[in-house]
């Protein structure tokens, strides 16, 4: 088997045009994939340096230079009901930079006359504001000073040149992502007295995009690692696993359509001004139908996506809600959003990615609250008609978080929300207790309570899973 580095495998030289934030697996199987086959296509010439956001790190670093920052990507999928898989050998990375260590180094990175974007992905702890944090430390310690003191040193560099300004694309999971990044910069460099001019020029030259990402990166597959080397014909220890499915969303300033033009290389990526309406519907189709799902299939004796979407009733009963609760739901083009949602459904039928459920079920009342509770609403306010199917969800977790189900399991939730539903539990009141629940204002903060009947009905169907089995009740309730 050949080693992966510049002596067994042609490598081009790009300039470097993007810094990136963050060396894990999911932007190197996300992000820098698609930069690579933009590469590829002739459609961009952009080399990616990586930037390692926190200290540490030095293994992962000697392994990307003993490989010369070259790696595959291994994808697995379901494409129009058919497997697909695509391995791809990712050439764009240029260096891997720790500035804690190379602080010259990184800022010679960040003053380059040549650097267009910068991506990001610090996790979902990585955009805070943190108090007095030092802007002239090398670096400073979270990510939003961090990018206020490259900032400030470009602007001085190029004397506040509008020229010079940067895209800066987060790709971290939280809401208005680049908003709030873009709020903390000039929060910091108010704080820090930087001057009108400055915060301006972040302001005018600099763009902020708000993203939502979406692809299922399991990261470096050691179980099968050396089946992998062996298929690819390289050692290469840097291999990233992921699903063949993908979209990214970027929402803001429409030039970044010129400086990432990934469109164009048949990637599934979507430019829109706001992104809040698609993010509201993903989260309505996937995140709703994985949080309604687990809690049934758990009790079928689910373990994976796959495995409950190999039981008929769980496969029937999640398309059914989605097709009959969800969409009607959202008010767009009946026909748009089907084709929408059977992309996002066929991803449930990937025979190459173990998704557990239980990892799914982590905190999965607020998870139901909201992800699910909006369609119930909108199916009341909207439509005038009860949600039968995504109300049955609810009454399907409760029951699970109970104690009293037919499984055995442990909620990975809010410990006193868990405590109070298993210890108000009451077996010959069982309206009672699920008003309960739905009454406590400490568990929820959307107006479950309000919404009339709904309790009763959610009652009503605790009822018929705890007498009948779950089985029988979700076969009950699909007719």
Known sequence: MKPLNKTTVEKPEYPVKIMQFGEGNFLRAFVDWMIDKANNDGIMNHGIALVQPIGGGEVVKQIF??????????????????????????????????????????????????????????????????????????????????????????????????????????????????????????KHAQANNLGDDFINWVKTANHFYDTLVDRIVPGFPKETINEIQEEIGFEDNLVVKGEYFHVWAIGGDSSIKEKLPLDKAGLNVLFMDDIRPFRAKKVRVLNGAHTAMVPVALQLGCETVMDAFNTPEVEQFINRMVAEEVLPGIGEDPEKLKAFAAKILERFYNPYLKHYLKDISLNSLSKWETRDFPTVADNYNKLGKQAKLTTFSLAALLVLYSGQSEVSFTPNDTPEFVQFIQSTFNKEDIKEWVNGIINNDKIWTAPLKDLPGFADEVAVLVEAILNKGMKAAVTEVLQ
């Open 65 to 186: 230079q003993k490989q010369d920052n070259l790696y595959h990507v291994y994808l697995e999928g379901i494409k129009d009901k058919q497997p697909v898989k695509e391995v791809a050998l990712i050439k764009s990375i240029t260096d891997i930079i720790n500035p804690y260590t190379e602080y010259k180094k990184y800022e010679e990175l960040f003053l380059n006359e040549g650097l267009e974007l910068i991506f990001s992905n610090t996790t979902e702890a990585g955009i805070r504001y943190e108090e007095g944090d030092d802007l002239n430390a090398e670096p400073p310690k979270s990510f939003p000073a961090k990018m206020t003191a490259l900032l400030h040193k470009r602007f001085l560099k190029f004397n506040g040149d509008a020229a010079k300004g940067l895209q800066i694309v987060c790709c971290e999971l939280i809401e208005d992502n680049g908003s709030t990044l873009r709020a903390f910069v000039i």
